[in-house]
């Protein structure tokens, strides 16, 4: 089955201090890696789609890359508006009519 | 573009009564729609994937008699909370994919928040 793991599950940063999430995916056949933003009460926001190892992608601050086994979402000189939580997902070859399985989330705060 | 919408934000009921929750693509069409509930600093759980016309497919251990899913045009789907009981208070949030829109990403609702008394 299709596995998701992000790390760390919580990261403080002071801002502009940069730092990296990491999530670990183990998929058959790798259809979509898939980067949210959720705030608190509100539904996922989407960020990135990446599609094979050694791509990279870019918004504002936040940059996502790919390798085979793991993506990062990394943050440059952050902003107390980036705190959210970021979800990573991905979609795999067995994927039923393109449902994604999802990371539990890792949850940014970013102070003053 | 790609917006999707969830009524109502918020409800509040009694055990035993119904909640229908919906689910519209507004400016575009849906082919497919996902329905999630997440808990409280958790990850979003996969309920049920509905097809337009077409009965939906259920998660293993989600109750299909007790989550009713209609996906009954390209743009609704509609999820029924039948004799909801405290444990059914989360937070539901569907999704939405249409094949060649944005390299199928799914779009997300802001979510619909259940309380049952």
């Known amino acids: 089955e299709d596995q998701v793991t992000q790390s760390p599950e919580a990261l403080r940063l002071q801002e502009g201090e940069s730092s990296s999430l990491n999530c670990s995916y183990t998929?058959?056949?790798?259809?979509?890696l898939f980067w949210y933003r959720q705030d608190p009460g509100k539904g996922p926001e989407f960020l990135f789609t990446?599609?094979?190892a050694g791509e990279e992608k870019e918004k504002e601050r936040l940059k996502a890359t790919l390798t085979k086994k793991e993506s990062f979402l990394h943050i440059t000189a952050p902003k107390p508006e980036d705190s959210a939580t970021y979800l990573c997902?991905?979609?795999?070859?067995?994927?039923?009519?393109?449902?994604?399985?999802f990371g539990r989330g890792t949850q940014l705060t970013v102070w003053p | 573009g790609a917006v999707v919408s969830q009524h109502p934000s918020r409800v509040i009921c009694k055990s035993g009564t119904s909640v229908k929750i919906e689910c519209r693509s507004l400016?575009?069409?849906?082919?497919?729609m996902f329905w999630y509930r997440q808990f409280p600093k958790q990850s979003l759980m996969l309920m049920a994937t509905?097809?337009?016309?077409?009965?939906?497919?259920?998660e293993q251990g989600v109750e299909k008699d007790k989550f009713l899913i209609n996906h009954a045009s390209l743009t609704l789907s509609t999820l029924t909370v039948t004799s909801a009981h405290p444990e059914d208070s989360s937070f539901y949030i569907c999704?939405?994919?249409?094949?060649?829109?944005?390299?199928?990403?799914?779009?997300f609702g802001p979510g619909t928040r259940l309380t049952v008394l």
């Open positions: 999704s939405a994919v249409s094949p060649g829109l944005a390299g199928n990403e799914q779009f």
């Open positions: 998929v058959s056949g790798l259809r979509g």
């Open positions: 990446l599609y094979s």
């Open positions: 997902a991905v979609r795999g070859r067995g994927s039923t009519l393109g449902r994604l399985y």
């Open positions: 400016d575009f069409q849906a082919t497919t």
């Open positions: 509905s097809n337009e016309g077409s009965k939906a497919t259920y």
